[in-house]
């Protein structure tokens, strides 16, 4: 997948923002608090939403973390509502698809309106994606995906998802030697 459009309307600290993606390397250089992270987890959880059993509002909220989990405080703080629009390619398809999400300081918990949904997901559900935090150590902690499920700390799914698509069972045959074991 190719992601090469993005247009935010009142999203977290984006008033209005427009981007055009190269097809090689993107770059997001700024200040601490400017929304570099959030741009990286609005877009991954776009990629993840291409998967059907997976919500694009609710990976959003899950990624960002707001407060008591409502997808109302991703709302810039002087508007009253908020659209993202994200366009993208896959190898081998002839057009571009685009899906766009939109929610409101009404909202609650996830619940948003998501057009071209199915088609986002019939046409790039081969994509594969994962986003590596800045914590990134936290990737060799093998029970913190089960303390987050239990509620004893609280990790937004970018850090879940890197330790989960890194773990590998190891078993030990006697003559063999090591077979890995996903």
Sequence with gaps: MYIDYL???NFTVFNTLNIEFSKGVNIFIGENG????HLLKLLYAACKAAEPQ???PQKLVNCMLPDNYQISRLVNRDAKDAKI???????GLEE???TQLHFSKHNKKWNATVDDEEEWEQKLNKSNAIFIPAKEI??????LGA???????????TYIDVINAA?????RLPENGVVFEA
């Design 7 to 9: 247009y935010l309307n």
């Design 34 to 37: 400017t929304g570099k992270t």
């Design 54 to 56: 997976i919500s694009f």
């Design 85 to 91: 629009v994200i366009s993208a390619e896959e190898q």
């Design 96 to 98: 571009k698809v685009s």
């Design 138 to 143: 936290l990737s060799n902690c093998y029970n």
């Design 147 to 157: 303390a987050v499920a239990m509620r004893n700390v609280k990790f937004d799914d």
């Design 167 to 171: 773990k590998i069972v190891i078993n």
